[in-house]
């Protein structure tokens, strides 16, 4: 050992030595405070995960928006950006101002002395994060992407070094009761759970007190060309899932020769974060695809038994949850035969009454 580890080891063993353990009697409960209530925590760290190029940074520039208008349950506050991947001026400006975003409520880093933009790298520049929140009293911090600010020692897919970088981020969160959004990839994986897709080590996950996750919306009759989104809540340490949210993508005008894009909520979404991962699936895909032309060709003439449709899919290896999805699409609706059989039929209109009791 050389002489610096020496004298760090010896301070720590004095640290621990002189340590008087806390009771339990001493503490005290305090609830939860909230940035967004339910979903991203004050003083920690909140996970925003899906696959590239769904909305991820739209999402933040929404929640960032709000947050200057005092529209998150509080007054207007400050949040600080961390963009790596997106021009300041071409992009996120832009979408700022398709927002509705008070624009003297959200910040950037400053340039370094020579004029470049700092480079903040995990977990090295905490302190200079420290003089960046108390100076903008930033109550919203945002990292996109979060690997973009990890040097190349932190090995993202070993779970111990993965939480050693991110530990500091998280205790200095929790000093200043700021909420620090994590913007995160999906891996190539196709496991349903969201806690395994993220990219890298099951690490990230484990220190998130919250995760989301923004994926297409299942049901968006445009597929993947479609601009309807969904946020699902996947994991919460502080409390209990909240529902999930429907987005669509849209743009307007921003200035006289730039549209840029933005998040309009469009209510609430019945897909889990679960559901969301297995649906969207290239094979889930293909399967709501041959379910839809079994519904045409079988419907075609007219009405149908829903257990022989059931049947007919069963057969094709297409579940019963996929045929309810293309019979949505396709707005067939069902008819009831009698006291408990129903049917299906082509129809551009959906009845009031559906059979699932009954069926």
């Known amino acids: 050992m050389t002489c610096a580890s020496i004298e760090a080891q010896a301070e720590r063993e004095e640290q621990f030595a002189s340590a008087v353990p806390i009771r339990a009697s001493e503490l005290q409960v305090r609830p939860v405070e909230w940035l967004w209530p339910g979903r991203v925590p004050q003083g920690g760290l909140t996970v925003l995960a899906g696959e590239p190029g769904l909305g991820k940074s739209l999402l933040?520039?929404?929640?960032?928006?709000?947050?200057?208008?005092?529209?998150?349950?509080?007054?207007?506050?400050?949040?600080?950006?961390?963009?790596?991947?997106?021009?300041?001026?071409?992009?996120?400006?832009?979408?700022?101002?398709?927002?509705?975003?008070?624009?003297?409520?959200?910040?950037f880093p400053a340039p370094a002395a020579d004029g470049l933009e700092r480079?903040?790298?995990?977990?090295?520049?905490?302190?200079?994060l420290r003089e960046?929140?108390?100076?903008?009293?930033?109550?919203?911090?945002?990292?996109?992407?979060l690997v973009a600010y990890l040097p190349a020692r932190v090995n993202t897919w070993q779970d111990h070094s993965f939480r050693a970088a991110l530990a500091p981020l998280a205790?200095?969160?929790?000093?200043?009761?700021?909420?620090?959004?994590?913007?995160?990839?999906?891996?190539k994986g196709r496991d349903a759970d969201p806690l395994r897709r993220l990219?890298?080590?099951i690490g990230l996950a484990a220190a998130a007190r919250s995760l989301l996750l923004l994926a297409r919306d299942p049901d968006d009759p445009e597929?993947?060309?479609?601009?309807?989104?969904?946020l699902a809540h996947a994991k919460s340490n502080l409390g209990q899932l909240e529902t999930s949210c429907a987005y669509r993508i849209e743009t307007r005008p921003v200035g006289k020769q730039v549209k840029a894009a933005y998040l309009e909520p469009t209510g609430t979404s019945r897909f889990s974060a679960v559901e969301l991962l297995a649906?969207?699936?290239?094979?889930?895909?293909?399967?709501?695809?041959?379910?839809?032309?079994?519904?045409?060709?079988?419907?075609?003439?007219?009405?149908?038994?829903?257990s022989e449709l059931r049947t007919a899919a069963k057969e094709l290896g297409i579940s019963l949850t996929t045929l309810d999805r293309a019979k949505k699409q396709l707005g067939a609706r069902s008819i009831k035969?009698?006291?408990?059989?129903?049917?299906?039929?082509?129809?551009?209109?959906?009845?009031?009454?559906?059979?699932?009791a009954a069926a």
Do not use: C
Request: aromatic content about 4%; charged content about 25%.
């Open 171 to 187: 205790g200095l969160a929790e000093e200043q009761g700021t909420a620090v959004l994590l913007i995160a990839h999906l891996n």
């Open 337 to 356: 035969l009698d006291f408990d059989r129903w049917a299906w039929e082509l129809s551009e209109t959906e009845p009031a009454e559906d059979e699932t």
């Open 279 to 306: 649906l969207n699936e290239p094979e889930a895909r293909s399967k709501l695809s041959e379910a839809e032309a079994l519904l045409r060709a079988e419907l075609e003439g007219g009405s149908r038994p829903v």
């Open 119 to 128: 480079t903040v790298r995990l977990p090295d520049d905490v302190d200079y």
């Open 60 to 107: 933040s520039l929404w929640l960032a928006s709000r947050l200057s208008r005092g529209e998150l349950g509080g007054t207007p506050a400050a949040s600080l950006f961390l963009t790596a991947e997106d021009s300041r001026e071409h992009t996120v400006l832009p979408r700022l101002v398709a927002a509705g975003a008070e624009l003297e409520q959200v910040l």
């Open 199 to 201: 990219g890298g080590s």
């Open 132 to 145: 960046l929140i108390a100076s903008t009293a930033a109550k919203l911090v945002v990292f996109d992407p």
């Open 223 to 230: 597929g993947e060309t479609g601009g309807r989104r969904v």
